[in-house]
């Protein structure tokens, strides 16, 4: 049972560390980026760390998106339309 | 079944931290870089705490069970503490700098960010750089054609 | 090419790692420290969580390079970024959903992360999960409402004071037992509330200051500057 778990958790933790790294839309890449420290926060807890679990999930998949989301948006990459554009060239 | 668990986990954490170097390098945008270090650090946190990991042992918080139940190992769950926030500050960091280096120079990609600032200096200073990412030591002249290489421009006349 | 060379790299990277790994005991770690604490920490220092007692009384000197080493980023980050512009007029308000929301979600946040905060040496939590979280409260109301903005006089004092105020703490340690940062104020019960001596302080002074400093690095990258998309 909890190696069924654990192999849930890690296969989701992996597909979306690759996600991160192949998706086109910027925006795609940061939520995948939070799921990744949030399987990880599972996995955490799984492994019988809570305080490690807690930090994880508040500062991971909380304040990290956040602050990348919010650089997003002055780095010019907060497009919703138009995914194949090229990112983050103002004077294209 | 302890041994597939054992691949398992570490499979995963050195997975996260490849793809995150991986990601590191080869990525052309910098806003996607940040994002691999992201995963490289997260890959990094999770191979500490699973150093201190014990079959069977409970968390080590003191919830009412008898004295002498096995615990994880504590030690290496405060470092990742202090890791995780670590990590955070240089993320806000990285962002920051990026942010900088687009207001400077309007573009995130990368090696257009070093084209354009190596012809910044040299429009500066009047410096020309010799060589670039590609040829390092600058462009080197081909022997002529039927030149034996082994010899000396002299000897092989 | 580069990319390929970089993916075999990587590969073979993880695959070293994991020969190299699979050399240790997984599961049976040495627990030479470990267990030293398990045995002893109860009595030593109080907290129920050994790994507040970790963090605050065996390794409290990691925590406070932790501060700087958080203090230096953000007023890096802060310095990078350029001076702040003034808040923008009142007709950039955010929708009504946002703005209702974050009017129930502020004391709700406030409670939470406090109780995590105050309660780090009995259940899982402490100053830097609570201090996320204070950090958030803060900073739904700016994005609410972005024409109020923050104090930053205000965040600056409060993470000043309780930077400081770590610091005096540890200091007081060192006149009174002579050791910098050593647990003072006696142990108390193990599992009430005020327990593990001066343990919550430190932390509660770990909480305000991570919470103050994020909230102000959140409020400094939202704003945006003249001529930005």
Redesign the interface.
Known sequence: MFFWMVLVVVVLMLVAAVAVLVLDNMIAAVAAASVVSLALSVLFVLLRAPDVAMTEAAVGAGLSGLILALGMRRLGLWRLDNPSARQGDRDA | MGAQIELVLYVGALGLLAVGAAGLVMSANLFRMILALVIAEAGANLLLVLAGYRWDAVAPILAGQPADVPMVDPVPQAMVLTAIVIGVGVQALALAMAVRIYRAYGTLDFSEVRRRMEADIAAETGIELPGSRDEPAGARPLPPPGANPMLTPEEGR | M??LA??V???G??FF??VL??QFG????P?I??QA??DGA?ETVGA?????S??LAY?GI??LG?LS??F???A???L???SRRPAPAAGEDAGFILRAGSDLLFPLLLVVGLY?ILHGHL????G??GG??L??AF?IPVLARPSRGLRHSTLSLVEGFAGAGFIVIGLMALLWDGQFLQPLLGTGT??SLVSAGTLPMLYLAVGLK?GAE?AG??VH??A??EG??
């Open positions: 580069r990319n970089s993916l790299f990587a590969a990277l993880g790692l994991t790994l699979l997984f599961g049976e770690p627990m420290v470990g604490i398990q109860a129920a969580n050994f790994v507040t970790v963090v390794r990691d925590t932790e080493i958080l230096a980023a953000a890096a980050a802060g990078a970024l350029g995590i259940t899982p939590g402490g830097f999960q996320v979280i950090a958030a900073f193990l599992g991570v994020l690095l959140l990258l939202m945006r500057e930005e998309a």
